[in-house]
C-alpha cells in the first residue's frame, strides 16, 4: 500500500484545512492509520490515528479541534484541523499502524510523503 499526504499549504491562524491521505495499490480498509507532523527543529509526532473500525484518538495538541475521519470505498483518510496556530505548522505524514501504540513513531510503516502546513500568525 503505497500513501500520500496532500491539502497542505498556507493558512491564517485560527483558519481550518484538510488533509488527506489517499491509498493506493492495495484496500486499506482493514488498517489503522495514523498522522503525524514534524516541525522544524523537532521530532516527528503523533498527530490523530483511527482504526479499522473508526476508534479515533488524539494528541493533546489538537484534541477538540480535529476530526480524524475515513471512506474505505474511497481510500481516503482525512485529518481537519479547525482553529489551528502558528504551532501547528510543520509537515504533515499519514502511515499505516502494525501494532502497538498509536502514538510510537516505530509501530508504523507505509509512510506516505508528507504535505507542508504553515499557518501565519
Known amino acids: 500500500v503505497q500513501l500520500q499526504a496532500s491539502g497542505g499549504g498556507l493558512v491564517q491562524a485560527g483558519g481550518s484545512l484538510r488533509l488527506s491521505c489517499a491509498a493506493s495499490?492495495?484496500?486499506?480498509?482493514?488498517?489503522?492509520v495514523g498522522w503525524f507532523r514534524r516541525a522544524p527543529g523537532k521530532e516527528r509526532e503523533f498527530v490523530a490515528g483511527i482504526s479499522w473500525i473508526d476508534g479515533t484518538v488524539y494528541a493533546d495538541s489538537v484534541k477538540g479541534r480535529s476530526t480524524i475521519s475515513r471512506d474505505n470505498a474511497k481510500n481516503t483518510v482525512w485529518l481537519q484541523m479547525n482553529r489551528v496556530n502558528p504551532e501547528d505548522t510543520a509537515i504533515y505524514y499519514c502511515?499505516?499502524?502494525?501494532?502497538?501504540?498509536?502514538?510510537?513513531?516505530?509501530?508504523?510503516?507505509?509512510w506516505g510523503q508528507g504535505t507542508q502546513v504553515t499557518v501565519s500568525s
Open positions: 495499490g492495495r484496500t486499506f480498509s482493514r488498517y489503522d
Open positions: 502511515a499505516i499502524r502494525r501494532i502497538g501504540s498509536y502514538y510510537d513513531t516505530s509501530n508504523y510503516d507505509n
